[in-house]
């Protein structure tokens, strides 16, 4: 958008976005304007112009669609709705600071799990420590003397895993909220002697974390817009903005895997707790049966119970067979956790965002794909009720079968981490982009690189294609980071430790034998470690002419050279790791140079 020299640019006060003050050194206190950043020509430098521009645009849309299935709604304004589920590990700051991996990349480049991890629940089902414990409440504190709703807390599946959430706001407060959190959060646990960890699979081998952004579209006059309410089949607002969002999908599927797409959040997509790299949405048996009897033009399975009028969409009541408790009024669906974008009652939650990825344009690209779907629904229901005043219901009725049909492939509702699912998908068309590079290319394929410019407006195309550079740059720079950081961790620590305790074997044989004792335990011993060494040396080996190769090659087309990262790169670290593992197990205890898993994760 400009050259390296041109440097001026301009910050304005996002007045949707209330200043705030926080408590400073010695006394001090400082003031926050959350501000846009503009360069010099008018281009947008930040993410938070863009979520405001598809924020507005969406409204524009939506509010035609409203007034357009309902005349006398007269609703002026649309925004969205967004609540932000923090997922983080916690560590000892002391443990941190002997681990350069952490320091340097975010996560754990080498480390073997310890014998108990997390495969008996017990920490997502147990109490939050006490040293965590007062420092979430703390945290929580310091939120609310800054205006943030926060509410939940909770441990995570993984150890030294936890999850804290606000109560949802508009779109644009929720993202500036989400980063003001994270960043006291950061500072309350330093306070603490504790460490905050936002990488996406700090562990490998337990769970990763994300950053579940729970999405909604409501009115001015406080309707949310996604509540099925108790007689779905008859809702058609509520149905025609549930199939606007799953055209949406299918239309720009490639698009948000590209804006949740890095190289951290590539280590948990598909991983045992996170959605595959394949999107498609879950509505439930409920919400399927209603599009399918519409579709089919057949009467509806009794799903709804008038006395449950809320959200849960009727609902059926469990009985625990206690006499002291009550009943239990049960949703009519479970939910997916294995989906990347599930209904859960009144609203999306789309779960393949990244936990230390700012929100800002996975929500912007989500906002932009549903104004396009809106907008091209809006244009067949004018085109099917002709010259009339308002579209009649069998009006409505046409168009949403049509797009039932149409979004028929991008519902899912079984296990996405299965081996069928992969071959379904591909029988029904759907993207499987499985690394962060080939994601990126789709942006600026020709139909989204239309949506997010010329049909929308969000992005110029100066604009567009700056972002597209900067995700491919930053993925090839952090791969040769960790590259380079594993390098020097093997060559600088790990082997000469191995090598050291190879060495105190030996001597220790030979002095065995040279006093006549039977040293075949260490012999057998040295045997065992010596080919893990060697193994290691090789990896190591070739981890520096691969990294080096690509320094020393890099393309001038950034995608190529974020690609070659991916296909050479990124193979060789995780091939070096195997062999550290490996030998990890081998060497004993007092030679490994660094904090393992068990002090990382098993101590607060």
Not at 416 to 435: C, K, M
Request: overall charge negative; charged content about 25%; glycine content about 4%.
């Amino acid at each position: 958008m400009r050259t390296t020299f041109e440097a001026r640019g301009y910050t304005i006060w996002d007045t949707s976005s209330s200043m705030f003050v926080q408590r400073g050194p010695n006394g001090t206190s400082i003031l926050y304007i959350p501000s846009v950043f503009i360069s010099y020509n008018g281009d947008a430098l930040d993410e938070k112009t863009g979520l405001l521009r598809s924020n507005e645009v969406l409204s524009r849309a939506a509010a035609e669609l409203v007034n357009l299935l309902e005349p006398d709604a007269h609703v002026a304004h649309v925004y969205t709705t967004l609540g932000t589920e923090q997922e983080f590990f916690l560590v000892d700051r002391t443990m941190y600071a002997l681990r350069p991996d952490l320091k340097i990349t975010g996560r754990t480049l080498v480390g073997q799990l310890p014998p108990r991890h997390q495969q008996l629940e017990d920490h997502y089902f147990g109490r939050i420590p006490s040293r965590v414990m007062r420092a979430i409440s703390e945290l929580e504190l310091e939120c609310l003397r800054l205006g943030i709703p926060i509410k939940t807390r909770h441990n995570e599946v993984a150890p030294a895993q936890f999850e804290v959430a606000p109560i949802f706001e508009e779109a644009s407060v929720a993202v500036d909220h989400n980063l003001l959190t994270m960043d006291v959060l950061h500072k309350v646990a330093h306070r603490h002697n504790l460490r905050v960890l936002y990488h996406e699979k700090p562990f490998k081998g337990v769970n990763g974390s994300g950053k579940h952004c729970n999405w909604a579209v409501a009115t001015d006059r406080g309707e949310n817009l996604l509540d099925p309410t108790v007689r779905p089949e008859t809702n058609f607002r509520f149905l025609v903005f549930l199939l606007a969002v799953l055209r949406a999908l299918q239309e720009h599927a490639p698009l948000l895997r590209a804006a949740i797409s890095s190289s951290s959040n590539e280590h948990r997509l598909g991983a045992q707790e996170a959605p595959p790299a394949i999107i498609s949405a879950f509505l439930g048996d409920q919400l399927n049966e209603v599009l399918d009897a519409i579709d089919e033009d057949r009467p509806l399975k009794n799903f709804s119970v008038p006395q449950f009028q809320t959200i849960k969409v009727g609902g059926t009541v469990l009985d625990v067979k206690v006499a002291g408790l009550p009943h239990i009024a049960r949703d009519l669906t479970d939910r997916n956790r294995t989906s990347p974008f599930a209904f859960t009652g009144n609203k999306f939650e789309f779960r393949a965002v990244g936990s230390k990825q700012s929100p800002s344009f996975p929500v912007t690209v989500l906002n932009c794909a549903v104004t396009a779907a809106i907008t091209e629904i809006v244009a067949d229901l004018r085109a099917q009720m002709g010259s009339k005043p308002a579209p009649s219901d069998d009006d409505t009725l046409a168009v949403i079968r049509k797009y039932i049909r149409l979004t028929r492939p991008v519902r899912f509702e079984g296990d996405n981490y299965s081996d069928a699912w992969v071959a379904e998908a591909a029988r029904r068309g759907l993207p499987n982009i499985r690394t962060a590079p080939e994601a990126f290319t789709y942006l600026l394929k020709d139909k989204h690189l239309a949506m997010l410019t010329t049909d929308t407006g969000i992005f110029s195309h100066g604009e567009l294609m700056s972002r597209y550079h900067i995700l491919n740059e930053r993925y090839a720079k952090d791969v040769i980071i960790e590259a380079e950081t594993l390098k020097t961790i093997v060559g600088q620590q790990i082997l000469p430790a191995a090598l050291e305790y190879r060495k105190s074997l030996a001597e220790s044989a030979a002095a065995l034998k040279a006093v006549g004792v039977e040293a075949a335990p260490e012999v057998q011993v040295l045997n065992e470690l010596a080919p893990l060494v060697v193994a290691l040396q090789a990896e190591h080996t070739k981890l520096a002419a691969a990294v080096q190769k690509l320094i020393d090659h890099e393309s001038d087309d950034s995608n190529k050279h974020a690609q070659a990262a991916c296909d050479s790169v990124a193979p060789a670290i995780a091939a070096t790791r195997d062999a550290a593992d490996a030998l990890e197990t081998a060497v004993a205890d007092k030679y490994w140079p660094l904090p393992k898993y068990t002090e990382l994760l098993l101590t607060i």
